[in-house]
């Protein structure tokens, strides 16, 4: 079992930046595959960023260039730097791990990119 608690969204200015983390119960954290989603009001919930145990990325064409995922084993914990936000960003952000067999998921945090 993984339970994962995110922290790091709120209400920022578009061009801006912010930065989600997310910390996860389990001790054999080096070898999940993490990643973050996120779902707007209306939409399915879509793929942000994702990093694996050996810490390749791949990112959503829409963040490509301005979010970046990265994580800290020591810490147990995966981040997301978001720069240069948009409007189109507002979203609740969900904090996702697969350790091979199961699904695993946060329970959201919002993020809000309005002036």
């Known amino acids: 079992q993984v339970q994962l608690v995110e922290s790091g969204g709120g209400l920022v200015q578009p061009g801006g930046s912010l930065r989600l983390s997310c910390t996860a119960s389990?001790?054999?954290?080096?070898?999940?595959?993490m990643a973050w989603y996120r779902q707007a009001p209306g939409k399915e919930r879509e793929l942000v960023a994702r990093?694996?145990?050996?810490?390749?990325?791949n990112y959503a064409d829409s963040v490509k260039g301005r979010f970046t995922i990265s994580r800290d084993n020591a810490k147990n914990t995966v981040f997301l730097q978001m720069n240069s936000l948009e409007p189109e960003d507002t979203a609740v952000y969900y904090c996702?791990?697969?350790?091979?067999?199961?699904?695993?998921w946060g329970q959201g945090t919002q993020v809000t990119v309005s002036s």
């Open positions: 990093i694996v145990s050996s810490g390749g990325t």
């Open positions: 996702h791990a697969y350790d091979g067999l199961r699904n695993y």
């Open positions: 389990r001790s054999i954290f080096s070898s999940l595959t």
